[in-house]
Every structure is written in structure tokens, then in C-alpha cells.
């Protein structure tokens, strides 16, 4: 009976997915290990390594629901946290929910957990993080299990105690000791797709003779006690830098299971006053230039390795300018190199953060009630970064998109030959040789061109003129210019503030002195984004 329990459960959860499991690595891809076809992760981070040792959200809203919207909002996959003194301390793994709370004094929270998951109150915390799992599996969503802090605590700081092997809470043989235990207890959870073995390692004892030694060590438990698992590694810095692999290799890939994994924010590199005060376009070139430089190289090295940026976000509010202006410039790159990722986070509150019982996370996709969407656009701005781009076993030609990342949305010619910014859904596909050759509609004779500053763009059945030989100008490679007839270059823009279509206008920040411009070219900011993979609906 228990043997048909399990293998019911395995049923639905793989009629649920569209891929079986479990995951394994194929060049720089992430694949189905049965089929070898591509799987792209799509994730969100949902924080359970605080205080109280439980997921957070449950005191607002069913369990269920939560794991629901995760689906809505187009995510397959949860980086779920955990902290190595949940599993290796019964002083904690043992603890109820209730009593967990109780301790802490968050009588409020308790009252909602009570209310929207009474069943939950009774479980210890570690069966707690057990229904958290099994929910996600349950609703076809894939997990990948996350050692985020050793101490219970909100992560993370240079001096926390918590960032490198041998600080005051990293014990490296407890935080062996944590992987053993977690790779056992979700052995028999086909949900359960990898294990990322430590978040942001940091602080001034960071070196790298320690990294190769403990991340071989940790990376060799996962796999020995459970081998359908993704090994995914993290690199120095907070998790943006992995250079060093550049001289030396990890020298094994763990049976085609190794990932790399990276973290990029606003403020990484210490730059987020650069994304406001200095030259939007020259930033983003940086910016991402250091990006291919410390992570992605992974994926293009003589024996590449997949990179899951397992972290990304931003104040999901839209106040932040430089928030902003760094999420469309990184966009615009994730969407070209069709990364896998997984978005910092799902949770729109904390139990309690920083001494602060129902802290507001202006970084969570969900609101602080967990109901809806911070973003109200949510779904349209993440679209195309949430589908598959690049399959590498296609035989489908390469076409080019036309995104507009600041809106999320991608260029559309209707029936009418209208063209209009529209839901990556509906997107038109176009081929491109190079600079200054036209932009040409897939399947027709018709082209993109400009009419002049200030006009709507058309496609025309013209494709030899100046009008129509587009270039992309500029260092970040996120601006498309033509000539009009005056000889003028003119970008596309888009900026639903002055017109719902798609102009051509004078381009931003392109003159001698561009370095002292401080403009905002957001609306000018489209990327040409390659794909051959069949549009998912």
C-alpha cells in the first residue's frame, strides 16, 4: 500500500511538468536526464533560514495558494532556503511551529498560521519543511534546496559568522554533516532536483585553496548520498566571482550533475549609485561585461558548465532609479544569453527581520499580504526571460526578436502591418545579418523603417534604403538606429508616457561628450535576441 502511495505521487507529479526528472548537464545546459532535451529553470527564491525556521508566508496565506501563485506567475522551480542548524541541532529540528513562535514572541503570526494553516501549528519545523516540499512537488513545481546560512538568521554580512568555512558558525564538518542529512531526507522526492551547497561565500577568511577543498568535499557528499542531484556550487564574493576557474579547474563535474551559480544585483560590484549618476548605457556595459567576465565564462569555457544565477532582483515598487535602470539593461542580457535563473524572492514579508515582526520585502514578487503581485505588470515585464530561447537540439532556424526591456514587451505586426509593442506572446520574428542590413519580417519581403524623428516606424517592401539598414549602436548594444531621409540617426523609442507606438526618435547620449549625459535612454533600450526554439504558449 505505501509502495502504491509513492508511486501515485511520483505519477502525478510528473503528468504535472512537461519534462521527466531527474536533471542532468549537457554542455552549458540544464537537460532532462531521460530525454537529454533542454529544461530551462525559472525560479524564485522562497526564504525558510529565519529565526522561526519556517517558510515564510504561511501566516497570510493557505499554503497551497502560495505554491499556486508560483505557478500563475509562470515560475517551475523554488530556491528554497535552509539553515544547517535546522537539520544538525534537535534543539531546533525538533521544535514545533507553535513553539518556535511562541519563543520568539510573534503571537500575530502564530494567530495567522493558525487561521490559514492550522495543520501546520502541531508539525515540527523539520516536518514543516517536509509539507513545504511535498506541496511544491504535488503542484508540479521543481525544488532545489538551498544552504543559505548555519545560523537561523537573515544573510548576510562580511562579519555574520556565517560566510566562510571555519568562521565563528561555519564548522565544516557540521555544514558536511547538514548536506549528508538533507541529501538523504529528499532522496525519495523526485521534486527535490539539486542542492546548492552554500549561499554567498564572503568575508575576510575567503581563499581559494579552502573553496577547492570544501566545495570538492561537499560536492562529493551530495552526490555519493544522492546522485539524481544537481551540485550546484557557489564561487566567491557573494556569489560573484567564479574567475579563478579560469587558471584551475574543479576537475569534476559529479557525473554531468555540476552547476555553477552566481548571484548580480544593482548594488554588486558596489555600483548601485553608478546606475543613477553616471551614463546609463556605459553602466550597462560594465556592468555586464564584468557579469561575462566573473560567472557566465562558465558557460563558454573549452568544457563549459551550466550557470544558474540563482539570485537576482530588484524593489519590485518601481521607485528605486537605479533598481530600474539595472533590471532593463540586465533583461535585455539574461533574455540574450537565455540564462537559467531564479528571481530574489517570492516572499512579501517576514515573520520577523532585523527585530521587525511582519517586515515588508519590497524585493518580493508577492505583495505583503501575499495575495497579489507587487508589480501589477508582473507577468508581462518577466515574460520572455521565462520562456526558452535556445534549444540546442532544434532544428528550427534562428530568428531574431525585437525586445523593448523596460516595458517587458516585444515588437508585433498584425494583419495590417501595424506594429505595435505587444505581450511577448504575440511577438514577430525578423532575420538580421549584421549592422546596417535590414530588419526583415520572417516569411515576407517586407522590412522595418524609419519615417522620420518623431514618426511611427513601418515595414515596408523597401529594403535598400538607408532607412531600413539598421545598426546597433552604442556599447551596451541596446540601442537600434537607422538614417532617415535628412540623414539623421534615429532609435527606435518607446514611451507609452508620449505615444503607444513604436517611433523612431534622435538618439540619447550618442554625441562626443555622451560620457556626461545622465539621461535616462530606458525607452530607446531594445535588444535583438536570437532564438530557435519553438514559441511557448
Known amino acids: 500500500m505505501v509502495m502504491k502511495t509513492v508511486l501515485l505521487a511520483c505519477f502525478f507529479f510528473f503528468v504535472s511538468v512537461s ?10 545546459w540544464v537537460v532532462d536526464t531521460p530525454t537529454g532535451d533542454r529544461v530551462k529553470l525559472r525560479c524564485v527564491n522562497w526564504a525558510s533560514h529565519m529565526q522561526t525556521l519556517l517558510a515564510e508566508g504561511l501566516d497570510k496565506q493557505p499554503l497551497h495558494g502560495i505554491v499556486n501563485s508560483m505557478s500563475s506567475l509562470g515560475f517551475n522551480c523554488v530556491r528554497l532556503t535552509w539553515a544547517t542548524y535546522m537539520f544538525t541541532k ?40 517536509d509539507a513545504v516540499v511535498d506541496e511544491l512537488g504535488k503542484q508540479g513545481i521543481m525544488v532545489v534546496l538551498d544552504n543559505h546560512v548555519t545560523m537561523p538568521q537573515w544573510c548576510c554580512g562580511d ?55 570544501y566545495v570538492r568535499l561537499g560536492g562529493e557528499t551530495i552526490h555519493k548520498l544522492n546522485p539524481k542531484l544537481l551540485v550546484i556550487i557557489s564561487g566567491l564574493g557573494y556569489d560573484t566571482d567564479l574567475s579563478f576557474l579560469k587558471n584551475e579547474t574543479l576537475n569534476s563535474n559529479f557525473d554531468n550533475k555540476l552547476v555553477y551559480e552566481g548571484h548580480w544585483y544593482a548594488f554588486s560590484g558596489g555600483r548601485r549609485e553608478d546606475w543613477v549618476h553616471k551614463t ?53 542580457y539574461a533574455a540574450r544569453r537565455d540564462l537559467d535563473w531564479a528571481m530574489w524572492a517570492m516572499q512579501g514579508s517576514y515573520y520577523v527581520k532585523n527585530g521587525v515582526a511582519n517586515f515588508d520585502e519590497t524585493y518580493g514578487v508577492l505583495d505583503n499580504n501575499w495575495s497579489q503581485p507587487r508589480n501589477p505588470k508582473f507577468r508581462e515585464r518577466y515574460r520572455l526571460i521565462q520562456d526558452m530561447l535556445q534549444d540546442p537540439r532544434s532544428k528550427l532556424p534562428t530568428d531574431h526578436i525585437i525586445y523593448h526591456p523596460l516595458s517587458g514587451l516585444c515588437l508585433f505586426v498584425d494583419k495590417n502591418s501595424n506594429i505595435q509593442a505587444s505581450d511577448c506572446l504575440n511577438r514577430s520574428h525578423w532575420s538580421y545579418a549584421g ?26 517592401n523597401d ?19 537607422a538614417m532617415d531621409q535628412q540623414g539623421r540617426s534615429l532609435c527606435l523609442d518607446y514611451d507609452t508616457s508620449k505615444s503607444p507606438l513604436i517611433l523612431s526618435n534622435e538618439c540619447q547620449c550618442v554625441t562626443d561628450d555622451a560620457s556626461k549625459c545622465k539621461d535616462n535612454p530606458e525607452t530607446q533600450w531594445f535588444k535583438l535576441i536570437q532564438t530557435n526554439a519553438k514559441q511557448q504558449g
Do not use: H
Open 435 to 460: 549592422n546596417q542590413a535590414p530588419l526583415k519580417l520572417a516569411g515576407t519581403s517586407k522590412c522595418l523603417k524609419v519615417n522620420g524623428n518623431g514618426l511611427p516606424v513601418t515595414v515596408s
Open 90 to 129: 534537535p534543539s531546533n529540528g525538533n521544535l514545533t511551529v507553535d513553539q518556535s513562535f511562541e519563543k520568539l514572541g510573534l503571537l500575530e503570526a502564530k494567530a495567522g498560521i493558525a487561521k490559514n494553516n492550522p495543520g501546520v501549528l502541531n508539525m515540527t519545523v523539520l516536518e514543516a519543511y
Open 159 to 213: 562579519g555574520d559568522g556565517n560566510g566562510f568555512f571555519g568562521d565563528k558558525f561555519f564548522d565544516p564538518n557540521e555544514w558536511q554533516q547538514g548536506l549528508s542529512i538533507v541529501a538523504n531526507r529528499f532522496k525519495g522526492k523526485p521534486q527535490v532536483v539539486g542542492m546548492s551547497m552554500r549561499n554567498e561565500l564572503r568575508g575576510p577568511r575567503q581563499n581559494k585553496q579552502d573553496w577547492y577543498r
Open 280 to 332: 546609463p548605457d556605459q553602466i550597462c556595459a560594465i556592468t555586464m561585461k564584468e557579469f561575462d567576465d566573473k560567472l557566465d565564462f562558465v558557460t563558454s569555457a573549452q568544457n563549459p558548465i551550466p550557470l544558474f544565477l540563482s539570485e537576482f532582483g530588484v524593489d519590485q515598487r518601481g521607485v528605486n532609479d537605479g533598481d530600474n535602470r539595472f533590471l532593463s539593461c540586465f533583461l535585455g
Open 19 to 28: 519534462y521527466s526528472l531527474p536533471l542532468s548537464t549537457n554542455g552549458r
Open 463 to 481: 529594403c535598400s534604403s538607408d532607412q531600413s539598414a539598421w545598426k546597433v549602436i552604442l556599447e551596451s548594444n541596446m540601442r537600434l538606429a
